[in-house]
């Protein structure tokens, strides 16, 4: 019988400098400059001090989204357990497993359990047969998803939905102007 077992924890150890708001509204203009590229009127609301749709104008901006988006003392942990015998004409494993995985960004949870079987016969000197079987079921939670967030997050973007619906949670990456869902 082999029995392994493992217990981890995983951290975020390093945070990077990130522009505010003003910064990041300095910079599209300097980008934009460069590139010689014409806002759409969306854009343009974004970056005008006198719309109320300007990014300047935010008061949802209140942490750092790193801060927010670490989970400190991600799990990691992995147990397998398999027995196998056998003689001369045949020989078996059977063994198991389970994993479970939080992950340091975001919060996600992804787990897997699996079962595997095999065992080989020798028929004649020259014929061996044998079968292989390993079933694995994994889920994955998330409270957000890759739509929702990316690894960088406009500064402008509220971290929490509290929106009328009574929905908690990361806000989505998006912002509505002029009654237009812009993301």
């Known amino acids: 019988m082999d029995v392994s077992a493992s217990y981890g924890i995983q951290n975020i150890n390093k945070n990077y400098d990130m522009v505010n708001v003003e910064d990041y509204v300095t910079l599209s203009?300097?980008?934009?400059?460069?590139?010689?590229?014409?806002?759409?009127?969306?854009?343009?609301?974004?970056?005008?001090?006198?719309?109320?749709?300007?990014?300047?104008?935010?008061?949802?901006?209140?942490?750092?989204?790193?801060?927010?988006?670490v989970v400190d003392n991600a799990k990691v942990q992995d147990y397998n357990i398999s027995i196998s015998g056998g003689n001369a004409k045949s020989?078996?494993?059977?063994?198991?497993?389970?994993?479970d995985q939080e992950n340091a960004v975001y919060y996600n949870r992804f787990k897997?359990?699996?079962?595997?079987?095999?065992?080989?016969?020798?028929?004649?000197?020259?014929?061996?047969m044998g079968e292989?079987?390993?079933?694995?079921?994994?889920?994955?939670?998330?409270?957000?998803?890759?739509?929702?967030?990316g690894a960088f997050v406009a500064?402008?973007?509220?971290?929490?939905?509290?929106?009328?619906n009574g929905l908690l949670g990361y806000a989505r990456t998006n912002r509505t102007i002029n009654n237009s869902n812009q993301s």
């Open 91 to 99: 020989n078996y494993m059977v063994g198991a497993g389970y994993a």
């Open 29 to 69: 203009r300097e980008a934009f400059t460069n590139a010689n590229f014409t806002p759409n009127q969306f854009i343009n609301a974004l970056f005008d001090e006198n719309n109320p749709a300007n990014l300047l104008g935010s008061d949802t901006y209140t942490r750092d989204w790193q801060d927010a988006a």
């Open 112 to 128: 897997r359990y699996s079962l595997s079987i095999n065992s080989d016969h020798k028929i004649t000197d020259w014929l061996k």
């Open 155 to 164: 500064p402008w973007q509220p971290l929490y939905d509290t929106s009328e």
């Open 132 to 149: 292989t079987f390993r079933v694995i079921y994994s889920t994955q939670d998330n409270e957000t998803s890759a739509n929702d967030l």
